[in-house]
C-alpha cells in the first residue's frame, strides 16, 4: 500500500518581514527590511551598512558600519552599534605611498560598559626615526583612552567624524610632520545592551 504524501510546507509562506532601525546615535533611521519566521531568530543578527546610506554623505562611504539586532519593538528589529572599518581599496589609497606607517591597536573601556579595540594608524610621506615612531604611538594610545573617558556614543562619534584624528594629528606634527591620522577599525567586545542576551 502506497503511503500518503507528505504537503511540503513552504517556509517562505510563513515568514514575516520586520524593519530594522539604526542604533539611535544615528538617528534611529530605517536601514532595510529582514524576513523571519519566528521574532527570536532576528535577535543577534548582523547588518552592514556603509556611512553614505546612512547619512547621505558621498565622502563617507569608505566607512562600513556594524549593528547587532539586540530587541525587537513590535516589527521593527532595534540594533546596537558594534564597531565600523573602513573599506580595504580606501585604506590602500592612503598608505599606498607612505614611507612610515605608525599603527596603535588599543582596548579601552567606556564608562556606559563598552570594551572596545581601536585600530589606528598615521601616515607620513618620509622615514620616521624608531624613537619618533614610538613617541607617535604613545600619543595616540594616551589620546585613544583619553577620549574613552566619554560615553561610548561620544567616544564613536569622535572617531568616526575625524575629530579625534585631528586632535592627534595636530599634537603628533609636533613630533614628526605627519600627513594623517584615521581610524581604520573599531571592534566592540563588551557590549552592555547585549548581556542579557548573552
Known sequence: MARPRRRSVDTWKTKRWYKITAPEIFGG??????????????????????????????????????FKVKGLEGETAITTP???EMQKAFVGRITRRVHTLIRA????????????????????????????????????????????TKPFEKFFQSMLNGELGGQ????????????????????????????EEE
Not at 579601552?108 to 622615514?127: C, E, H, L, N, W
Not at 626615526?129 to 589620546?143: E, F, G, P, T, Y
Not at 594629528?169 to 563588551?190: C, D, H, M, Q, R
Open 29 to 66: 533611521k530605517e536601514i532595510g527590511v529582514t524576513p523571519s519566521n519566528k521574532p527570536e531568530k532576528l535577535i543577534g543578527r548582523t547588518v552592514n551598512i556603509d556611512m553614505y546610506s546612512l547619512t547621505g554623505k558621498r565622502d563617507l562611504q569608505h566607512i562600513k558600519l556594524k
Open 82 to 84: 558594534m564597531g565600523h
Open 105 to 148: 591597536i588599543p582596548t579601552v573601556m567606556t564608562p556606559d560598559g563598552y570594551k572596545v579595540q581601536v585600530t589606528a594608524i598615521a601616515v607620513s610621506r618620509r622615514k620616521a626615526h624608531n624613537s619618533q615612531k614610538a613617541a607617535i604611538r604613545k600619543l595616540m594610545v594616551d589620546k585613544i583612552s583619553e577620549a574613552s
Open 168 to 195: 592627534i594629528y595636530k599634537e603628533a606634527k609636533k613630533i614628526y610632520p605627519i600627513s594623517g591620522v584615521y581610524f581604520i577599525k573599531t571592534e566592540v567586545l563588551e557590549n552592555p545592551e547585549l548581556k
